[in-house]
Nanobody
Framework: EVQLVESGGGLVPAGGSLTLSCVASGFTFEEYAVGWFRQAPGMQREGVSCISRDKGRTYYRDSVKGRFTISREISKNTGYLQMNSLQPEDSAVYYC????????????????WGQGTQVTVSS
């Protein structure tokens, strides 16, 4: 079955850290860019961080630069989002996605999405 499964979300205090994982199955993971997106209640889904197929290009939205790190481990068919210094405004459902694009934050360029994992940061 072609799918992405996220894990690693949870409740943390402000300043805490979480690492999200995204395990891919049913397709050749290394051929696709990986993106992490988030959606808070009442808000539009937004791109958080993306990485290209060859890991040569990464994108971070301004509000997470210096705090979040995206990576991928081809041998494990897994993508990661390391999140440090979390703030309440980072609270959202986080989704990983794969796409055939260049690895930018454009939502429509990602065709396969996971079910999402909740991240809640308390103040």
């Amino acid at each position: 079955e072609v799918q992405l499964v996220e894990s690693g979300g949870g409740l943390v205090p402000a300043g805490g850290s979480l690492t999200l994982s995204c395990v891919a199955s049913g397709f050749t993971f290394e051929e696709y860019a990986v993106g992490w997106f988030r959606q808070a209640p009442g808000m539009q889904r937004e791109g958080v961080s993306c990485i290209s197929r060859d890991k040569g290009r990464t994108y971070y939205r301004d509000s997470v630069k210096g705090r979040f790190t995206i990576s991928r481990e081809i041998s494990k068919n897994t993508g990661y989002l390391q999140m440090n210094s979390l703030q309440p405004e980072d609270s959202a459902v986080y989704y990983c996605a794969t796409g055939s694009g260049a690895g930018g934050p454009t939502i429509w360029s990602y065709g396969l999405w996971g079910q999402g994992t909740q991240v809640t940061v308390s103040s």
